[in-house]
């Protein structure tokens, strides 16, 4: 199943679903009542002929077939489900019988589209205030009079690569995804200097957290294997779900023994406490177990840690009967970003040691000073949080005149490229004499994304995705991530590549109970909402560092350390 928002199952704004039938998480209910005999056995016909798998329960499906008279109060109340209890599933899609009728009509099953969804009530509603503040410093009106124009057309770039990276220029650049369970503007607001009530992790030191870790380190584990796998799935909501529960542990100051003690916790509802405290008991997981253990989840394991292969392409895979990287490399059909992920699958896979990432951004530096002097060249992601390894390496490259970053992208690009040559090409040499082979590459040895297209006014970011092998023996080929960004962009582009990817969606949606919208590019005040859709996207606010931009949300600064969510 691919859903073509990623915002969560109560919005109003889902445009289609496309089904798999064949993907165990597409299961139905089917709720007779109000339906007619002759039109009942035409409808359980058509389950039977489009191959559906109905389940018994309503509890258990993913999606509910009702008339088209009952809406969604009816149904729960039918069905006897409280949507309110959802903490770790998602709660059902409930369509109408019409989406059946129709697909009879096409002999064929169509996508569901919002027209055959029936609109779900708000399960509750978040006082989201408008937000009033004095210009943290002079130059603000000046700011905002220079950005005075469509914002509506700014909204954050996503890469041309089937997956460009997963934390990155995705879903992840939107506030309002799959946590927010509030939609409209609300007209009670919170003022300057409250902070709304709630465990808000950007609030919060990592470090804190961290201290504690060990005393509760088995149940992390496991629950953190569950959310990766629903993550390989496309579940956001079930990995969230677990995300949640182990921040909320980690900051636990003792062990937890019992499981009154679970149900004590917030963010953790009934069915994962059960979990929870299976581990405690016995020590095993056993959802987990059979997840782990079952031919889907680990071909789908596999198949996700190509880079360039989504969950939804990685299901396309196994739907097609491949099972193993070798199907990959001789039956499918791979695009370049595929191809080269499967090239250097198991190198991507280790961590670069802290170390290394020193020398790529010292290789980036060296190369980009050369070309424009004055550059400010910073290493985001795990390394400035201050992990000892990375996956990957993210660089980011602004000037702070605002004018000379424009330009530089592919001539540091093509410099990168011939770097090294001349030693690669001796080294080339002395291979061939030993009777061995080389390929003869700089230090960039394959291209995946590049994109140098800025937007008429200079406001956004280009980005060169690709991987790069430092010179000397032993060397691994490593991921580089360069993005370029005018200087007005640069701390909230630095805060957003900086991470990690739970303390900024806790920003975000910090941001959206002031009526703000903070996405890599910039902070917006005054923003009007309905229906979760940005009606107004409201104006820019002055954010010369990242300094700032926990100032307007009433946070204390938290260096880059102290995100390590």
């Known amino acids: 199943m691919s859903i073509s928002s990623t915002k969560n199952d109560f919005d109003e704004n889902i445009s289609s679903i496309d089904l798999i039938p064949s993907d165990p998480n597409v299961t139905f209910y089917f709720l007779p009542n109000g339906i007619g005999k002759s039109r009942r056995t035409i409808f359980t016909d058509a389950i039977q002929q489009f191959h559906l798998q109905l389940v018994t329960s309503p509890e258990n499906a993913r999606f509910i077939i009702v008339d088209e008279q009952f809406d969604v109060p009816k149904v729960y109340s039918i069905l006897k489900l409280d949507p309110s209890e959802n903490d770790e599933k998602s709660p059902p899609i409930i369509i109408q019988t019409k989406w059946l009728s129709d697909s009879l009509k096409e002999k064929h099953l169509i996508p569901i589209t919002k027209d055959y969804i029936i609109r779900a009530p708000l399960i509750r509603k978040k006082l989201i205030p408008s937000f009033s503040q004095e210009p943290i410093i002079e130059e603000k009106k000046h700011f905002q009079n220079k950005h005075k124009r469509r914002l509506s057309d700014d909204q954050p770039q996503g890469g041309s690569a089937t997956q460009v990276k997963q934390r990155c220029y995705s879903s992840d650049d939107d506030d309002d995804d799959i946590m927010e369970d509030y939609n409209d503007t609300v007209k009670n607001p919170y003022k300057h200097g409250e902070l709304p009530k709630g465990n808000w992790m950007c609030s919060m030191s990592s470090q804190t957290a961290k201290k504690n870790t060990e005393i509760n ?14 993550g390989k799935t496309n579940d956001k909501w079930r990995a969230y779900s677990y995300q949640k529960a182990i921040t909320t542990i980690r900051r636990c100051t003792k062990r937890i023994d019992s499981y ?6 917030p963010s953790i509802g009934e069915s994962l406490a059960k979990k929870i405290w299976e581990i405690i008991d016995t020590g095993g997981f056993e959802k987990l177990e059979d997840f782990q253990s079952s031919e889907y989840m680990t071909v789908i394991n596999l198949f996700g840690n190509v880079w360039g292969c989504g969950p939804n392409i990685a299901k396309q895979w196994y739907d097609q009967g491949f099972r193993t990287l070798d199907d990959l490399r001789t039956k499918a059909k791979l695009s370049h970003n595929q191809q080269v992920g499967l090239k250097y699958y198991d190198e991507f896979l280790e961590r670069i040691p802290r170390d290394e990432v020193t020398e790529i951004e010292a290789v980036v530096k060296e190369h980009a000073l050369a070309l424009v002097l004055g550059l400010t060249i ?16 993210d660089i980011l490259i602004t000037h702070p005149d605002g004018i000379s970053h424009q330009g530089l992208l592919i001539p540091l690009v093509d410099s990168l490229r011939k770097s090294g040559y001349e030693e690669s090409l001796i080294w080339t040499y002395v ?85 703000m919208y ?10 009007i909402r309905k229906n979760n859709s940005k009606i107004n996207m409201g104006t820019p606010l002055y954010t010369p560092t990242e300094e700032s931009i926990f100032k307007y949300l009433n946070l204390p600064y938290r260096p880059p350390e102290e995100r390590d969510h």
């Open 260 to 265: 009154e003690e679970i149900m004590k916790l």
């Open 431 to 515: 291979l061939e004499f030993c009777f061995l082979s080389r390929d003869v590459l700089g230090f960039l040895t394959d291209d995946l994304v590049l994109s140098d297209k800025y937007e008429e006014d200079g406001g956004s970011h280009v980005k060169y995705f690709g991987v790069c092998l430092l010179p000397g023996e032993n060397r691994k080929h490593r991921r580089l991530d360069i993005i370029v960004i005018p200087y007005s962009e640069y701390a909230c582009a630095l805060l957003y590549f900086t991470g990690s990817a739970l303390f900024n969606r806790s920003m975000r949606n910090l941001a959206h109970q002031y009526n």
């Open 518 to 527: 903070l996405s890599q590019h910039r902070l917006n005040t005054g923003v």
């Open 378 to 393: 910073q290493t985001c992601g795990s390394y400035r949080r201050g992990k000892a390894t990375c996956g990957d390496v």
């Open 217 to 230: 380190q088995d149940i992390i584990d496991k629950l953190q294997a569950m959310a990766d796998l629903y």
